[in-house]
């Protein structure tokens, strides 16, 4: 089914997706749409949301210090870091839609659009070094 998620400004927005079950690209999950979805820094900005995809990634090894960060205010993803494999955004007209592959580079699953974050302007760097979206 796909859910609708109207999050409120102030208060910790978390969108937690859960494997159910091993068929399907996420577990049984359609597409979700997140309305007032804020980007900022997780823990600091006290509006911005966050993702946490832990359970859908599978084989995914990131290393201890995430995979992104900011190198002279923008973000970048890790050269080293295979997450592009696993994850990209694609920006369809207003709207940041998030695509998930839930295998990176294996065969059993194709990137499959996961979540659109309505109103937004964003890329996975960015996401990722303001700690948005939960990897492990």
Do not use: W
Request: charged content about 25%; glycine content about 12%.
């Amino acid at each position: 089914r796909n859910d609708h998620y109207s999050l409120a400004a102030g208060v910790v927005n978390a969108i937690i997706f859960r494997r159910l079950g091993a068929v399907g690209a996420f577990g049984g999950k359609c597409r979700d749409t997140a309305m007032g979805f804020s980007i900022g820094r997780f823990g600091v900005d006290a509006d911005a949301g966050r993702i946490d995809l832990r359970e859908l990634l599978i084989g995914y090894k990131g290393d201890a210090d995430g995979a992104a960060h900011y190198v002279d205010g923008r973000a970048e993803i890790d050269p080293a870091d295979r997450i592009e494999s696993y994850l990209q955004i694609r920006q369809e007209g207003n709207n940041a839609v998030l695509y998930l592959d839930r295998d990176g580079d294996g065969d059993a699953f194709d990137p499959t659009a996961l979540l659109t974050l309505n109103d937004v302007e964003t890329d996975l760097a960015e996401l990722l070094a303001n700690e948005q979206i939960v990897l492990y």
